[in-house]
């Protein structure tokens, strides 16, 4: 008899490219890639949430992952990136599935 109110929002994002060089315009390898996908047992694409204490980047912030191999990650908020954060301040939510999931308020539509 009624509407939900928040509607789950689902996006693929892909699980990662195999391609282990970077090309140049002409189709040369210039530069190598990583051979791992994991670091410190996070991976590109997961769901984690990150309590920083002190510096730059205060505050907790829940989103996307981009590992590094540096162990200096980077995370995505729906209020955009935060860089340089440590993978000991980052605790795994969910493991990346190839989806980016997100919920929003439903759009009422008056007929």
């Given at each position: ?12 994002t ?16 210039r530069?190598?890639l990583?051979?791992i ?24 912030h829940?989103?996307?992952v981009?590992?590094?191999?540096t162990?200096s990650?980077?995370?995505t908020?729906v209020?955009?990136?935060?860089q340089g ?27």
């Amino acid at each position: 008899t009624g509407w939900p109110a928040r509607i789950l929002v689902v996006k693929a994002t892909g699980r990662g490219s195999y391609s282990r060089t970077r090309t140049n315009r002409y189709g040369f390898p210039r530069l190598r890639l990583p051979r791992i996908k994991h670091v410190n047992g996070f991976a590109t694409g997961d769901l984690v949430r990150a309590t920083v204490a002190t510096g730059k980047n205060t505050g907790i912030h829940t989103g996307r992952v981009a590992v590094r191999a540096t162990g200096s990650f980077n995370v995505t908020t729906v209020t955009g990136t935060r860089q340089g954060i440590s993978h000991k301040h980052i605790r795994l939510l969910q493991r990346a599935d190839g989806y980016g999931y997100t919920t929003r308020q439903e759009s009422i539509i008056e007929r």
